[in-house]
């Protein structure tokens, strides 16, 4: 495995934040990164890591820190209980990866996210059996997050790639299983980092040093998480977006109608809403318009769930559990009642405590957003499919050949570009290499909500995604 494990060049580029409104002075990050002390990440490591039990992440986690800007003290814990955590995470992931076929994991691309979580957990080895106690020490461990978060941000991509180029060592359910666990397991990851990351840049005293002044009338936002998130507005910034894709490829666009309670708003994390949003419009708009349909608007239904829904009974079992509980094995009945209201029951394996975060007591309920086109809906023959994270009917000779003929093709570099995911390296295209829904639905679930998709063959296509607020504002002293 010793080819496995030589080291990585970090390239510098700007990072984009999971929280929008955070902005970074990446120079700054940069320059101080070449300090950034590392050290050898042995099997043993990996082993007593990944044997270690993996912390039951919850929403109470990310904002139990207090609201930003936090004290010192509050920040240097923060930090510990980031550095607590975030070894243990990464060993997994090295080991899942390490578990692929040998054939598998000797792609250069597979090699290369290896060798990032290599990289990674020997940036955090130095800090751990010690407490960050001063805050030159959470300057320099700020700098250890960022540089993770940067060096993990086209994960998807590459991996992408690796799979696609040794996909005749590997069955598309196996890809599927290891997908699904590995990218859920990301989204904690790159959340806890990202958190301590926003609540870094947002607290005293760096603020006058890194953070822009002109954002901070803004009190919306704890950290990654937007206390009031308008998905109508999400929906249109993305309608802007994707318009734009499907103009620069058809010549047309469909326009969207936003119907139902577009005032709502609820307390979630931006980018994965902006994620999911944008790759489910990207399916209606392509299929709306190679229909020949783009005069029929795209209809999107904002509709909160009410406060007397099995939702709202699902919350109140979370409370009566306690604050911030983990939904477990022993909570299957509530997780049931929960599923039967969301359409979007997940035929993906059950989530493992590294992958999944609960809501918090008090939570709202949440809401369902519809998306309904007049595209042509599915063939019966691709339904089953739809949910596999290579499975696609986009352009599919150009996606797939210009791939395996190597770097620089058109469409597949375009599609691979596309599925980065929040924090990635953008969206160019209208469809990629059928990433958007099983992706989409990762983060969906990662908080508890869902995506069903809904076909009428010839006619058109209705897509639910559900959505559990993630805690109610004026109860919720955290957030
Ligand atoms: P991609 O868009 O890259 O193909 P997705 O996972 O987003 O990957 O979608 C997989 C496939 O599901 C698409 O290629 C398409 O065949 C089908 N599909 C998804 N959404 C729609 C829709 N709204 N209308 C018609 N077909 C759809
Ligand atoms: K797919
Ligand atoms: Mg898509």
Not at 111 to 134: D, F, M, V
Not at 162 to 191: C, M, N, Q, W
Not at 441 to 453: K, L, P, S
Request: hydrophobic share 35%; proline share 6%.
């Amino acid at each position: 495995m010793s080819q496995l494990q030589r080291p990585v060049i970090i390239q510098s580029q700007s990072i984009k934040l999971c929280c929008p409104r955070v902005a970074y002075r990446p120079p700054l990050f940069q320059r101080r990164r070449q300090s950034i002390h590392t050290k050898t990440v042995t099997d043993h490591d990996i082993n007593r890591l990944a044997s270690s039990p993996l912390h039951p992440l919850t929403l109470a986690d990310l904002v139990k820190h207090g609201r930003p800007p936090l004290t010192t003290a509050q920040l240097l814990t923060s930090a510990n209980f980031t550095l607590s955590i975030l070894p243990a995470r990464l060993a997994h992931r090295i080991q899942s990866l390490r578990n692929l076929p040998f054939i598998v994991v000797s792609n250069p691309h597979i090699t290369k996210i290896h060798s990032n979580y290599l990289h990674s957990l020997s940036t955090l080895l130095p800090w751990a059996e010690r407490e960050i106690t001063t805050l030159e020490d959470e300057i320099k461990f700020a700098e250890v997050m960022a540089d993770l978060v940067q060096t993990h941000s086209n994960t998807i991509s590459i991996l992408a790639r690796g799979f696609l180029e040794a996909r005749k060592y590997i069955s598309p359910t196996d890809v599927t299983r290891f997908l699904d666990e590995h990218l859920r397991a990301r989204i904690g990851t790159r959340l806890i980092a990202e958190q301590h990351i926003a609540l870094h840049l947002s607290s005293q005293p760096h603020r006058k040093i890194m953070h822009e002044p002109e954002e901070e009338e803004d009190m919306g936002y704890n950290g990654v998480i937007d206390t009031k998130l308008r998905p109508a507005k999400i929906v249109q910034q993305c309608e802007n977006i994707v318009g734009e894709i499907c103009e620069l490829k058809y010549g047309v666009r469909p326009h969207v109608v936003i119907n139902g309670e577009p005032e709502y708003t609820f307390a979630h994390v931006p980018v994965h809403l902006e994620y999911i949003i944008t790759e489910l419009l990207k399916n209606a708009f392509r299929a709306t318009v190679e229909q020949a349909h783009e005069r029929e608007a795209i209809e999107v239904t904002i509709a909160p769930l009410p406060d007397d829904s099995p939702e709202a009974e699902y919350n109140e079992a979370i409370r009566k559990h306690g604050e911030g509980h983990v939904i477990t094995g022993a909570d299957q009945g509530n997780t049931d009642l929960a599923s039967r209201c969301f359409t979007g029951k997940s035929t993906s394996p059950s989530p493992t405590a590294d992958q999944q975060i609960r809501p918090l007591a008090h939570s709202t309920p949440g809401v369902t957003i519809r998306i309904r086109d007049r595209g042509g809906g599915i063939a019966p023959e691709n339904y089953e499919h739809i949910w596999d994270y290579s499975f696609t009917t986009f352009n599919d000779d150009q996606a797939s050949t210009s791939l395996s003929g190597g770097p620089g093709g058109g469409g597949g570099m375009d599609a691979l570009n596309a599925i980065s995911g929040p924090g990635g390296d953008g969206a160019h295209s209208l469809a990629g290499l059928g990433y958007g829904l099983p992706l989409g639905r990762a983060y969906a679930e990662y908080f508890g909500g869902g995506i069903a998709v809904q076909s009428m063959w010839g006619w058109g296509t209705d897509v639910y995604l559900s959505l559990r607020g993630v805690g109610r504002v004026e109860d919720n002293p955290y957030i």
